[in-house]
């Protein structure tokens, strides 16, 4: 199963490759024609410098829409795994207490979860585990899965609660710290833009009180 998921990802990951030095192609033959038919070197940089930065969101979007994807999986991760360290800590065994989470957790890592308990079922080795971290950008997040992994394979150890405690914790209080400086660095970001307002404003009127007193100067 896990093989098989590996291999469509690769495959469409081939397939958007393709697509893109197909785009490239189609793109550079029409540089070609447009520079055959008016001979001008100056269109001919413009495209191909659109072709750049066409080529550069095309590789990059994906990349930053998978990052986004992950980050929003690891906040909704430690909302919901919240609630599974309440449920393990009265002593529910792991399959229950993920079977209990699911309820409180985002629609997407709901299926991650559900998908994590299937892969249970059919393997009982740490793999299923390291499959489910993988959908993180988090180290930590992999770290707090193998030591729930090891709380099933010890049936509720205290020693691997105590780990899982201290690693979930300390992933947790990261990730709102986190949060809280991306909260604080949009509000900066946010006020810089009346000051870049206010500038051009500014410099608006500079340049409106040098043409007024050229047309002065000239008209006399």
Not at 37 to 55: A, M, Q, S, V
Not at 104 to 126: G, H, M, N, Y
Not at 173 to 193: D, G, I, Y
Request: aromatic content about 12%; hydrophobic content about 50%; overall charge positive.
């Amino acid at each position: 199963m896990l093989k098989k998921k590996e291999n469509l990802n690769s495959l469409k990951r081939n397939k958007n490759k393709v697509l893109l030095i197909v785009i490239n192609i189609c793109l550079f033959a029409l540089v070609v024609a447009l520079q055959f038919l008016f001979e001008n070197i100056f269109l001919t940089i413009g495209l191909l410098l659109l072709i750049g930065i066409t080529d550069y969101f095309l590789c990059n979007f994906p990349r930053q829409k998978e990052e986004k994807n992950k980050e929003y999986l690891s906040k909704a991760f430690v909302e919901a795994f919240s609630y599974f360290s309440i449920y393990i800590e009265t002593g529910l065994p792991v399959y229950k207490a993920l079977q209990a989470t699911i309820p409180f957790a985002k629609k997407e890592l709901q299926e991650k979860i559900v998908t994590l308990l299937r892969e249970i079922d059919e393997d009982k080795s740490i793999q299923p585990y390291i499959h489910f971290s993988n959908a993180f950008s988090s180290l930590a997040i992999r770290q707090v899965m193998l030591s729930i992994y090891k709380i099933n394979e010890e049936g509720g150890s205290e020693n691997y609660l105590q780990q899982f405690r201290a690693l979930f914790a300390s992933f947790a209080f990261e990730s709102r710290k986190e949060k809280l400086l991306a909260l604080e660095n949009k509000m900066n970001s946010t006020a810089v833009f009346p000051l870049i307002a206010s500038s051009l404003v500014m410099a608006l009127i500079a340049l409106g009180i040098v043409a007024v007193l050229g047309g002065m100067m000239n008209g006399l």
